[in-house]
């Protein structure tokens, strides 16, 4: 049985808000939160030249970290039963390797997570727009529910 919310977060604002979204949902349906925090593979010719892959680690759980922190604290308070995860990869892909994680075809499955919850936009600088690109591709791909939450949803 499918079982657990996914919530993305990058830190961003909309992230914020889907994550606040979600936890009295999570309270009632008794069910886990999974935070999913996705950095970028870093591991391109020339960050290889540069950096040794310690380096890379370092600097992913640092941002990691830095993303994670201010919501720990409302989490625990909200006395609601959550998982912290760090991936590393595309974010789209592995939010939804995330909500199904086996190679064969999801339709119709059992297992996974309930839902999706999210935020419109991320903090990608460039990808962003009315629906973030990654938003976008969850909603079309992902084989559960997904609910966008605006940031205006306060």
Known sequence: MKRDILVPFDGSPNALMALRFAI???KSLQEKIVVLNVQPDLRTPNVKRFFSEQDVRDYQQQMYREAIEPIEKELAEAE??????LKIGDPKEIILKQAYPFDSEPQCSTVGVRMIIMGSR???????????????GVVNA???PVTIVPYSCE
Do not use: N
Request: net charge negative; aromatic share 8%.
């Open 24 to 26: 009295p949902l999570a």
């Open 80 to 85: 609601v039963d959550y998982e912290l995860r």
């Open 122 to 136: 991320g903090m990608h600088p460039i990808l962003g727009g009315v629906l973030g690109s990654v938003s976008y």
């Open 142 to 144: 992902a084989p559960c």
